[in-house]
């Protein structure tokens, strides 16, 4: 059992501050400075949670900021990293992924079952239809790791942006080094580690590590040097663009160079439950000891493969901790002083055994390890067997590289045969590694670290000494070769987050699973929340070996950010979603406006009336626009204007209309399609003059439309300017046949039908404010298009209103605006055509000239008119009551689709439902029925009319029949 | 009000009077009314000859042949520009601007614009006038950065339509980095006091 020590130099935690928090509702205490994981160490607590697929017991294993063990459940807040997130007051700590609590887990039973749960069984239990949800409802239940509670609190996630000369990712000494060396060139230096305090493992892999200190405070005290704590390196992106995770946000920085110092990760060794509570990594023994002073139990076994082992129990006996066996995979070297020395001290070293099971007492604890004699084959050959008592067994035989962000920026990493382990090979330009990342140990780390800052400087444009001594790679081997053992019972763990065992990549590689990519799929080893940090490596041991080859050939999987896991909202930061909303947004709020969104507006889709329904108050502004006047907001269409010589040509070209010949004051419809023919976009285009055109276009294709004849009359070399007003203008539309009436006060343009003519445009002021008039008819009434700057906009709204309110002005929104352009038969771009709509399909032929010259998607339109159409825009009307028909019901002929609706509402004008439907030609005679199946598969009838439905001589849009 | 006692400060600076025009020959029109014509591409000069780095009436050449110009709220200068610009003459075109218009400064300023916007504003340097045409919560702007006291401001212009939620949201981050909202009078007075 874990226990808090005497005060140990240069600990962490403050022992004056206590905090109080619950761990499965038990009342415990720490310190300060103290994170989660150790604050339940030294409070006793062995068994952190449970594994993710057998529910077995779990301890804790690395200390070292990615160890699934110590993942938990804290005040709604799922999956904290208990490693890496300091214990706060008045925590309600929980473990995850249990079924009743910790200490009654029922998930445990899954243990004894888990022969019948074979490597790949999502595969085999999803491979029949019925058994599926079945399978999918079990799995949901009993796998995963905490639970979302929406009653979590929201916290504010801002992202930020930061820039610097030279990134350094990892403050150990290696890292260090390399920061200080390009500071001095002149640098500005950003140095990130995970961890809250600089130093790394030279805080406490070395104690006697003087230099790494002293590194500390030089670059603590260095001007040119930023330092962020507690902060990981998620991801490297192409040009030194890295996402660094702080507590609380995530900040983008964007470096000239980049040094990698992120050291090494130590790995495990395979055996028999080398996952219980008690079996730890040593270096996770030493974290905990020097930054919490937490001895990592009363009764210690050494598994030892390198020297690395030796020093830690050196330094684990110098804080008075008892280690009682050394168990070296290695035989014994008779020249080692530092094995000499920890004998003399009483430790027992022995050389030439393997593990062969750890032993658990009744709590699922580790109470000792079972060691045998190592045969020829690297296994655990001897049939006597030697049982140590113990309740700590430290591992410490070997490494794998954090080597990550190396291989995402572009590095090639090879494998050492000599180290064991694997190195970057070759460097994309601008970054740089330092230390044992790259494979240099002990105290070359050093001047490793300062080469590498040396040269990032140099890369930045500083001038940096060049590297006068190379820095030896190890020249011993700090990594086993093959520590994984195996037991005829199993439960040997390769990837303790997903529970994977040995003997299931053997299984996999014998189904065929045999690459790292594909055993990484069908195993999912190195895909839980630690992505592999302590499995990757000795899976593709084991693979390397089933298959014969060498591990340089077996490969690596391909490593993608995030580094460690990070919550969505660091990713979402403020959620900045940036809406556009015209000049008079609040006169709609006042009004009692119910919003939609169009594109990244927000539209009014009706006002609210008390007492009424949305479709009656919708009936309603139908009825206003109809019968009265209706006044509303178009602000949102695109405006552009077009100036100069070429102004004409441009819109012959870009619109599949003639407009060089408009004459001025008048406007004209323009239709837009690409270049295979199909409609994108749509507008009524005015000529204010000989060289300046005035056009709109929808509201989702603004910003489309401009970009596109910004790149035509560039790539045309054509004499004209374009200008972008749709913000800077905003439009009214007020529409009825007393509109004239009401505007008439209000404006010095001669309004009458002979001087202002349907389908003209005039210039004027309207409420004293500077306006350009359209006389258009969307929505099939007599009506004027009102368009002023911006800022004048509310003056403009609110003289309309006043002037409309002895005529029963009444504003409508979106919904009545799509009924009344409805009924007169009008289609609105991507919503009544789709992805493959030509003019010819949505009866627009007559908008088309193809006498002209040349204009973009004549060439396919020229042969879509010779195809014919594939599809055919058609007015229907259901007369009766019958179920709602909604968008995008089908039209059905026989047991075939035929098409769909595409827009559809109740008229109240008309008394009846019409619509509009893109359906097969062949069926699209006038007169004709057809079937339209309604929600729940009823079959509705439907007579295909001609459109307009409303109206069809136009009459309403010329004053003389405008009278109510 | 000062910049020592404030983390950092947003004001609202759309009452001010601007226009602009584009065209090739917009720059040789510009100069046959005398006004000054910043003559590399994204770049600002006072409206009225000077050196002053902080200028509020100012020209700014978006581009080769495009400029936006900002006076006085009450500087009948816009609207002389504007009649002897018309409806366009050769080449030149008179371009409505509605922009929504706000300044951010203060100590922690670069705090607020890194959160923001992601070119790297703090180390643009201010003796060569720099204009920047970027993005800012998601929005196109345009953003001159000014000698404020010991620091920067930084005046931003967006299409109107985004000023409510450009506004809004400045403002949120400015408020919640422990700063607050000012008047422009209030800044300018403010100004002419350090002066």
């Known amino acids: 059992m874990m226990y808090r020590v005497q005060r140990v130099a240069g600990e962490w935690i403050d022992r004056a501050r206590r905090i109080e928090f619950t761990f499965e509702g038990r009342p415990l205490e720490g310190f300060s400075g103290d994170c989660i994981s150790s604050a339940l160490a030294a409070a006793g607590v062995t068994i952190l949670g449970r594994s993710f697929k057998y529910h077995r017991p779990r301890g804790l294993f690395s200390a070292a900021n990615h160890d699934v063990n110590a993942l938990f459940q804290i005040d709604g807040i799922p999956n904290v990293r208990g490693d890496a997130v300091a214990l706060g007051p008045q925590f309600r700590i929980s473990a995850v992924n249990t079924i009743g609590g910790l200490a009654r887990d029922r998930g445990r039973l899954l243990d004894r079952l888990s022969r019948f749960l074979p490597v790949g069984f999502y595969y085999k239990a999803f491979h029949g239809k019925r058994l599926f949800p079945f399978w999918e409802r079990a799995i949901r239940r009993l796998s995963g790791l905490g639970s979302v509670s929406f009653a979590a609190p929201r916290t504010p996630t801002p992202k930020r942006y930061a820039f610097c000369d030279v990134l350094v990712i990892g403050a150990g000494p290696s890292g260090l080094s390399a920061a ?159 094995a000499f020395e920890l004998e003399r001290r009483g430790v027992q070293l022995l050389h030439g055994f393997a593990p062969v099971e750890a032993l658990a007492d009744r709590s699922g604890c580790l109470r000792a390890l079972r060691i045998a004699a190592l045969g020829p084959d690297g296994q655990a050959g001897s049939p006597n067997m030697h049982e140590l008592s113990c309740d700590a067994l430290l591992m410490s035989v070997g490494f794998a590289p954090a080597c990550q962000l190396l291989a995402q920026a572009g590095a090639t990493i090879g494998f050492s045969e000599a180290l064991q382990q694997h190195v970057p090979r070759k460097y994309p330009d601008g970054v ?139 990713l979402a930061g403020r959620s900045f979603q940036a809406e556009r909303a015209t000049p ?41 626009v109809r019968t009265g006047i209706g006044l509303i907001d178009v602000g949102t269409l695109g405006k552009i204007e077009v100036h100069g010589p070429d102004a004409g040509t441009l819109l012959d070209r870009a619109y599949t209309g003639r407009f060089s010949d408009l004459r001025t004051g008048m406007t004209r419809y323009g239709l837009m399609v690409d270049e295979a023919g199909t409609i994108i976009d749509d507008g009524v285009i005015a000529r204010i003059s000989d060289r300046r055109f005035y056009f709109t276009t929808t509201t989702s294709g603004s910003a489309t439309v401009f970009r596109e004849l910004l790149r035509w009359a560039a790539l045309w070399g054509l004499d004209c300017a374009l200008i972008n007003l749709t913000g800077h203008l905003a439009a009214f539309n007020l529409a009825g046949p007393r509109c004239r009436d009401a505007l008439k006060p209000l404006t010095d343009v001669e309004l009458a039908d002979d001087a202002f003519p349907f ?125 709602p028909l909604k968008e995008s019901h089908l039209v059905i002929d026989g047991a075939d689709i035929a098409g769909r609706i595409t827009s559809v509402a109740r008229s109240a004008t008309l008394g009846c439902t019409i619509g509009l439907a893109m359906i097969r030609p062949d069926l699209a005679r006038t007169g004709a029925s057809v079937s339209i199946r309604a929600d729940g598969g009823t079959l509705i009838d439907a007579v295909l009319v001609p459109t307009p439905f409303y109206d069809p001589e136009g009459r309403r849009q010329q004053p003389d029949g405008a009278g109510p | 009000m000062s910049d020592a006692t404030t983390a950092a400060w947003i004001v609202d600076a759309s009452r001010l009077g601007r226009l602009g025009l584009k065209g090739p020959a917009a720059a040789d029109w510009l100069r046959s009314v005398r006004i000054p014509v910043p003559e590399r591409a994204n770049s600002w000069a006072p409206l009225v000859h000077s050196d002053d780095a902080s200028a509020w009436p100012l020209v700014a050449r978006l581009g080769t042949t495009e400029f936006f110009i900002e006076t006085e709220p009450d500087s009948p200068l816009r609207d002389d520009l504007a009649r002897a610009l018309g409806d366009g003459q050769d080449h030149v075109y008179p371009v409505l601007r509605e922009d929504h218009a706000c300044v951010l400064g203060g100590r922690g300023v670069e705090d607020v614009i890194a959160q923001v916007c992601s070119v790297n504003l703090p180390s643009l340097p201010l003796q060569l006038n720099p204009v920047v045409l970027t993005l800012m919560t998601g929005v196109a702007v345009v953003i001159v950065a000014q000698a404020h006291g010991d620091g920067r401001r930084y005046r931003i212009w967006c299409d109107p339509s985004f000023g409510h939620y450009l506004w809004n949201t400045l403002r949120a981050i400015v408020v919640e980095s422990g700063g607050d909202e000012l008047g422009i009078e209030q800044l300018r007075m403010a100004e002419r006091g350090q002066q």
């Open chain 1, 584 to 624: 008079v947004y609040e006169r709609h709020a006042a009004l009692g406006a119910v919003w939609m969104p169009a594109g990244n507006w927000q539209r009014p889709e009706y006002y609210a009336s008390a007492g009424h329904a949305r479709i009656e108050c919708i009936e309603m502004e139908v009825r206003a």
């Open chain 1, 759 to 883: 389908l003209a445009v005039r210039e004027g002021a309207v409420a004293g404010v500077r306006a350009r008039l359209m006389r258009v008819g969307f929505v099939g009434e007599l009506g004027y298009e009102i368009h002023v700057p911006a800022g004048s906009a509310l003056q403009v709204w609110d003289a309309l209103i006043a002037a409309g309110r002895d005529f029963g002005v009444r504003p409508f929104g979106v919904e009545a605006q799509r009924v009344l352009r409805l009924e007169k038969g009008h289609f609105i771009v991507s919503q009544d055509t789709d992805g493959l709509t030509n003019p010819f399909e949505a009866h627009a032929g007559w908008a088309v000239k193809m006498q002209k010259p040349f204009f973009v998607g004549q060439r396919s339109l020229r042969m879509l008119s010779k195809r014919g159409p594939r599809q055919q825009l058609v007015g229907f009307t259901v007369p009766g009551a019958g179920p």
């Open chain 1, 180 to 338: 200080l060396a390009a500071a001095n060139a002149g640098a500005r230096v950003l140095i990130v580690d995970e961890n809250p305090r600089l130093g790394g493992s030279g805080a406490w892999a070395g104690a006697s590590d003087l230099s790494s200190v002293e590194l500390v405070h030089q670059v603590e005290r260095h001007a040119g040097i930023a330092a962020l704590h507690s902060t990981f390196a998620a991801g490297y992106y192409a040009d030194h663009f890295i996402a660094l995770i702080e507590p609380g946000r995530m900040t983008k920085v964007r470096a000239r160079a980049v040094v990698i110092a992120t050291g090494v990760i130590e790995q495990p060794a395979v055996f028999r439950n080398n996952d219980l509570p008690g079996v730890m990594l040593g270096s996770g023994a030493q974290r905990l000891l020097h930054r919490y002073a937490i001895a990592s139990g009363r009764r210690i076994v050494v598994l030892a493969a390198n020297r690395e082992a030796y020093a830690l129990c050196a330094d684990l006996l110098d804080h008075g901790l008892a280690i009682r066996t050394l168990v070296d995979l290695r035989p014994k070297d008779e020249s080692d002083r530092v």
């Open chain 1, 432 to 570: 740089f590694a330092a230390g044992r990342v790259r494979g240099v140990y002990d105290q070359d780390r050093i001047l490793d670290g300062r080469n590498a800052g040396d040269a990032a400087a140099r890369f930045a444009g500083f001038e940096a000494p060049a590297a006068l001594t190379a820095p030896r790679v190890a020249a011993r081997r700090p990594s086993h070769p093959y520590p994984i053992f195996y037991h005829p019972r199993h439960k040997n763990f390769v990837d303790l987050d997903e529970d994977i065992q040995a003997k299931d990549l053997h299984d996999a590689t014998q189904e065929g699973f045999d690459s790292p990519e594909l055993l990484k799929r069908y195993t999912t080893v190195g895909m839980g929340p630690s992505q592999g940090k302590h499995s990757n490596v000795n899976a593709a041991r084991i693979l390397a070996r089933l298959r014969g080859i060498g591990l340089a050939d077996a490969g690596m999987t391909t490593t993608r950010p995030m580094f460690h896991p990070v919550a969505l909202k660091y």
